[in-house]
């Protein structure tokens, strides 16, 4: 299709009707919606319709091209773990590069709506959003050699320091609303994200400490929803820029614990000479 003639509203529609199948489970086995043809297709069908939604972005500002490439990556990013389909890497089959979908929707966002509308939305986009390994399941090929992280594309999209203060308050927010949803909540779900966001929030260390809003990272080190040994890290980080280099030691030492292997935490306990615990020191 000819990416100017796009019909955002029928593609929407479309999206919406292949996420439902998808979820439902009718291209992964029998369904008389989904014809055999077509379960050993989806690819080209969500490659169509990753195409056609990313053509209309650019092409209108209707909020429904921004809904149908928003849903396309929440399906994206529910791969790597669910299958609904038949592959054994879905994301890499279909080529779709999560980071740079994203990168256009947030771009799309700010330049049509301005700054304060794209954090608002894209805040609780990145809690749902960014995967601390990428989005295909074997982190090789095609696909995975283009991903980067969503971390990396804020910050280039945050060349302004007030723009980073005004980020992390939305940020926040949405941390909030992640905290108190209605739903059965984990430890395992707060480490989870806490590692998938480990690196924005040291982007955000680096760029808040001795600013004005520098309490912004007290809420954010000791937020609910988020936890473990990268939250841990991440106070570390903080005490040690304030100089209490025994907090510090200790909390990464916590970390280590937990996580013996992570380089980024025997880096940092190297660099600011912690002892090793036991299983660390055994790698």
């Known amino acids: 299709m000819d990416q100017g003639s796009v019909d955002a509203i029928a593609l929407l529609d479309d999206v919406r009707e292949f996420v439902e ?20 297709r989806w690819r080209f069908t969500f490659q169509r319709l990753a195409e056609d939604a990313q053509g209309a972005l650019r092409n209108t500002d209707a909020e429904e091209a921004t809904a149908a490439l928003e849903a396309l990556v929440d399906l994206a990013c529910e791969l790597r773990q669910y299958d609904h389909f038949r592959s054994a890497d879905p994301v890499e089959a279909a080529r779709f590069v999560v980071s740079d979908a994203v990168a256009m929707l947030w771009s799309a966002q700010r330049d049509r709506h301005g700054f304060a509308t794209f954090a608002e939305r894209a805040a609780p986009q990145l809690i749902r959003w960014e995967s601390e390994f990428g989005w295909t399941r074997t982190g090789f090929g095609r696909v995975a050699e283009r991903e980067t992280t969503l971390a990396s594309v804020l910050e280039r999209m945050l060349p302004a320091q007030d723009m980073w203060e005004t980020f992390v308050d939305r940020y926040l927010d949405a941390l909030d609303t992640a905290a108190d949803r209605p739903r059965r909540r984990s430890d395992r779900d707060e480490r989870e994200r806490t590692a998938h966001l ?86």
């Open 21 to 40: 199948l998808a979820r439902s489970g009718a291209y992964f086995a029998g369904d008389r919606r989904v014809s055999p043809r077509e379960r050993t």
């Open 198 to 283: 480990a690196e924005w929030h040291l982007l955000v260390v680096d760029r808040l400490i001795g600013s004005e809003v520098e309490d912004r990272l007290d809420r954010l080190v000791e937020h609910p929803a988020l936890g473990g040994p990268d939250l841990w890290f991440l106070q570390a980080h903080v005490a040690r820029h304030r100089g209490d280099i025994d907090s510090a030691r200790r909390l990464v030492h916590r970390s280590l614990e937990k996580l013996p292997g992570h380089d980024g935490f025997l880096g940092f306990a190297h660099e600011i000479g912690v002892p090793l615990p036991d299983r660390a020191r055994r790698r």
